[in-house]
């Protein structure tokens, strides 16, 4: 019923840049929370950042003042802007949303999931 597809994810070299995207399509009514996690092998997924219906941002401490959420509601989609990135930024990014059907079903759905590699 409902899709997240990410995009942008890559190769950088530390310092540099990359913004991720993640949209949604499908039997939406409307979308609440919207959020960025990450895993590395072995490791639990962490939160990087969620943004609330109204805007609210809640930053993980990991990636304060170097990361940024945003989320654009008529498209459906949420950014993340990747900025000083670090070789420890390396991982499995996945979007997050809370999502309302028009068919009044809510649920949590998960993008596909999309690396970043920080490396020199």
């Known amino acids: 019923q409902v899709q997240l597809v990410q995009y942008g994810g890559g190769l950088v070299q530390p310092g540099g840049s990359l913004r991720l995207s993640c949209a949604a399509s499908g039997s939406i009514r409307s979308i609440h929370a919207m959020g960025w996690y990450r895993q590395v092998p072995e490791k639990e997924r962490e939160l990087v950042a969620t943004i609330s219906s109204d805007g609210n941002t809640n930053i993980g401490y990991s990636v304060r003042r170097r990361f940024t959420i945003s989320r654009d509601n008529a498209k459906n989609t949420v950014y993340l802007q990747m900025n000083s990135l670090k070789p420890e930024d390396t991982a499995g990014y996945y979007c997050?949303?809370?999502?309302?059907?028009?068919?009044?079903?809510?649920?949590?759905?998960w993008g596909q999931g999309i690396q970043v590699t920080v490396t020199s």
């Open positions: 997050n949303f809370g999502v309302l059907t028009t068919g009044w079903a809510r649920f949590t759905s």
